[in-house]
């Protein structure tokens, strides 16, 4: 039987961070390059879960992620053609994460089990 070495971490987190380990961990994986900033953008928009873009705008502004809402659109932008971001609706659009499973409401316990395996 082969031998495997284990890390095992526990850790009570803020909602917040919660939420922002899992998008990061989805990027992560998935080898997706972000900046702090985008990254915080996704965090808000996985705890809001689905907002109108420009109330989205406003409040990513306001929490100072970006300098202006019109910043918070031209990333919403980038991160749509990376498809991390989906807009629906044709007024007053709607957005929300596209395809990243996240967990932002109750009490959360991520369980993520990643495996390497050496090749002989």
């Given at each position: 039987?082969?031998?495997?070495?284990?890390i095992?971490?526990?850790?009570?987190v803020?909602?917040?961070?919660?939420?922002?380990f899992?998008i990061l961990?989805?990027?992560?994986?998935?080898?997706?390059?972000l900046?702090?900033?985008?990254i915080e953008c996704?965090?808000?928009?996985?705890?809001?879960q689905?907002?109108?873009?420009?109330?989205?705008?406003?409040?990513?502004f306001?929490?100072?992620?970006?300098?202006?809402?019109?910043?918070?659109?031209?990333?919403?932008?980038?991160?749509?053609?990376?498809?991390?971001?989906t807009?629906?609706?044709?007024?007053?659009?709607?957005i929300?994460?596209?395809?990243?499973?996240?967990?932002?409401?109750?009490?959360?316990l991520?369980?993520y089990?990643?495996?390497?395996?050496?090749?002989?």
């Amino acid at each position: 039987m082969a031998k495997v070495n284990q890390i095992e971490k526990k850790a009570l987190v803020s909602n917040w961070n919660c939420v922002k380990f899992q998008i990061l961990t989805h990027c992560f994986l998935n080898d997706v390059q972000l900046s702090p900033a985008e990254i915080e953008c996704l965090t808000l928009l996985g705890i809001e879960q689905e907002s109108e873009i420009s109330t989205f705008c406003v409040k990513a502004f306001e929490k100072n992620i970006y300098k202006s809402p019109q910043s918070v659109r031209n990333a919403l932008a980038k991160l749509e053609k990376m498809n991390l971001v989906t807009k629906d609706g044709i007024n007053k659009k709607k957005i929300s994460l596209n395809n990243i499973p996240v967990l932002s409401t109750g009490n959360i316990l991520l369980n993520y089990k990643i495996l390497s395996v050496e090749a002989n």
